[in-house]
């Protein structure tokens, strides 16, 4: 049976233990901490603030929408002499539209009331190559019921790279709380990128994250039209130790 002096011993030897454990395990989170830290402060900031951007209280409509594949169309003509419409069709890869009786139209990269002039001409020549008289101009409406050709994308090494629908709406603030964003992003150091033509100048804007989120400052919480590159930089993944011991 143990003495009460050997079950002191044993206790303090056992506290002594995990005391230089606990020493040893904050000494190793420590310096991997400020090794992590170090190599987060080597991650620039890329671009230049643009106070002159469409952001949130200050939101621009969109560019007039160029229908692509695989949008779905809702077509609707007036009058109703041809008795075939509404009628629902997707854009299909070859960007042609199926339009029944009047046949195949292409209607890829045409913004809408282009495309609404495009079948309203198919429809004037069908018309008079069959004999059907139209008592009344041909009014031709395009919906766009549902697209799919327009998005936004999420990249870098901060976030699970992925693309998201533009609703015409979306802010920086809507993507970085729509994607997954990881435990080594670096939020105050992202930028939104803007796809332009061959030849023009780089669009790359920084943002404020922290002014965005502590104070309520819309100045780079830019609107994302299509196309546009959300980047969200990361650092080192946290190690082991931090894991299992949290970051000091």
């Not at 002039?117 to 395009?142: D, G, H, T």
Request: aromatic share 8%; charged share 25%; hydrophobic share 40%.
């Amino acid at each position: 049976m143990a003495t009460k002096a050997h079950r002191v011993v044993t206790f303090s030897a056992f506290a002594t233990r995990r005391a230089l454990f606990s020493s040893l395990a904050l000494c190793l989170t420590s310096g991997c901490t400020l090794r992590r830290r170090i190599a987060e402060s080597k991650v620039k900031q890329l671009g230049m603030v643009d106070a002159a951007q469409h952001r949130e209280m200050a939101m621009s409509p969109t560019a007039p929408y160029v229908i692509e594949p695989p949008d779905m169309l809702s077509i609707r003509v007036k009058p109703d002499d041809f008795g075939v419409f509404p009628l629902e069709s997707v854009v299909a890869q070859d960007g042609l539209v199926d339009l029944g009786f009047i046949g195949r139209v292409y209607l890829a990269g045409l913004p809408v009331d282009h495309a609404e002039a495009v079948i309203a001409q198919r429809l004037s020549e069908y018309a008079k190559a069959n004999n059907i008289k139209i008592n009344e101009s041909l009014k031709v409406s395009i919906k766009v019921d549902e697209s799919k050709s327009k998005f936004y994308y999420v990249m870098g090494k901060g976030a699970q790279q992925a693309r998201f629908p533009v609703t015409g709406r979306d802010t920086v603030m809507d993507a970085v709380l729509t994607a997954q964003i990881k435990s080594n992003a670096l939020l105050e150091k992202i930028y939104v990128v803007r796809p332009h033509p061959s030849g023009l100048p780089d669009q790359v804007m920084a943002v404020d994250w922290l002014a965005i989120r502590d104070r309520g400052d819309t100045t780079t919480n830019y609107q994302l039209f299509p196309g546009d590159r959300l980047v969200i930089p990361g650092g080192p993944e946290p190690g082991l130790v931090e894991t299992l011991f949290g970051s000091r």
